[in-house]
């Protein structure tokens, strides 16, 4: 266990450049130019893949990337009564999460003694970085950048290849493989992915550093997942910490904290992967047809009883 304050120091990232080799005499089903998912689009404008069920093949992907020998950190803050949802989420992930790959979790919370002891599988480790509470959950949600930023310089940025931030109040349903790997990863909300831009819920007010206008943004993307390459997603925070702190110095607050500041990032600084709804569903919400699997979904809680402040 460890406590994390600021850091000045410059990460040195493990290199994470390779070819996508797949072996000889390899037999997999061929695959067509014509024939696929026509229920849904699967490349963003700027050629950026988005993946959905039928869109990829899961044994011809993690043969791949299995030979690469990769390690995947993935960090998940329990802080407050949240630490209560850390098993589900650890005991799913170890079922459907990167299975078969080296998986690092980094649990951020203020409760460690809380931390459940769950079973991992060979090639997989968790470690507990103390962080301080707060009364305000939009603190906490706030001062997440700034907290996975300072976990790369000083930890992560040796130990993994791929880093996914993931919330803590979600659960694994189905096979989260090597096809969410990219060099900067996205999921798209599932409350907005059938809504048009004006119905999003960015940050409108230009005196933010969050603030996109009406008539510009892609897509909505949850802040409960993103990832990508460590290197990236270190550049991510840092951009997003640095905006977070002039909003505070200016005694704004953005809509949705870091999600919205997550969002001004992703539309001037595109995605190289987005990941369909089904990697962030939200149990509040009725499966529609186009969602085949869910892989991956927020949980029904109380915020009253669970947030410090609602």
């Given amino acids: ?30 695959p067509s130019v014509l024939v696929g998912r ?16 039928g869109t990829f093949d899961p044994n011809l992907v993690d043969i791949i990337y299995k030979s690469m020998n990769l390690t995947i950190a ?20 170890e079922k459907h999460f990167m299975v078969d790959f080296n998986v690092r979790y980094y649990v951020f919370t203020d409760r460690p003694d809380d931390v459940p002891s769950v079973n ?13 509470g707060s009364n305000r959950w939009q603190e906490i949600s706030a001062r997440r950048m700034e ?33 969410s790997l990219g060099r900067l990863v996205a999921v798209i909300h599932p409350w907005f992915y059938q809504a048009t831009r004006d119905l999003f819920t960015y940050e409108r007010r230009p005196a933010s550093t969050a603030y996109i206008p009406m008539d510009e943004g892609d897509y909505y993307y949850a802040g409960a997942v993103f990832g990508g390459s460590v290197e990236d997603v270190y550049t991510l925070t840092k951009v997003c910490q640095n905006q977070l702190e002039e909003d505070a110095r200016n005694s704004i607050e953005a809509a949705w904290q870091e999600e919205s500041h997550l969002n001004r990032y992703l539309l001037y600084n595109k995605p190289s992967k987005l990941l369909s709804p089904e990697y962030q569903w939200d149990d509040k919400k009725t499966k529609t047809n186009e969602v085949k699997v869910i892989r991956f979904s927020s949980v029904i809680k109380n915020y009253a009883e669970i947030r410090p402040n609602v």
Wanted: aromatic residues 12%; proline residues 4%.
């Fill in 1 to 30: 266990m460890s406590f994390y304050s600021y850091s000045l120091s410059k990460p040195i990232f493990r290199s994470r450049v390779q070819n996508i080799v797949s072996p000889e005499r390899l037999l997999y089903k061929q």
């Fill in 38 to 53: 026509t229920d849904v689009v699967a490349v963003t404008p700027w050629l950026a893949p988005i993946v959905w069920e």
């Fill in 74 to 93: 993935t960090t998940v803050f329990a802080v407050g009564k949240y630490v209560r949802l850390l098993q589900d989420f650890l005991e799913t992930a």
């Fill in 120 to 132: 991992l599988s060979q090639g997989r480790h968790l470690s507990v970085i103390q962080v301080p």
């Fill in 147 to 179: 907290i996975i930023q300072t976990a790369i310089e000083r930890q992560i940025s040796r130990e993994a290849d791929y880093i996914f931030c993931l919330d803590v109040d979600s659960k694994f349903h189905a096979r989260w493989g090597a096809e």
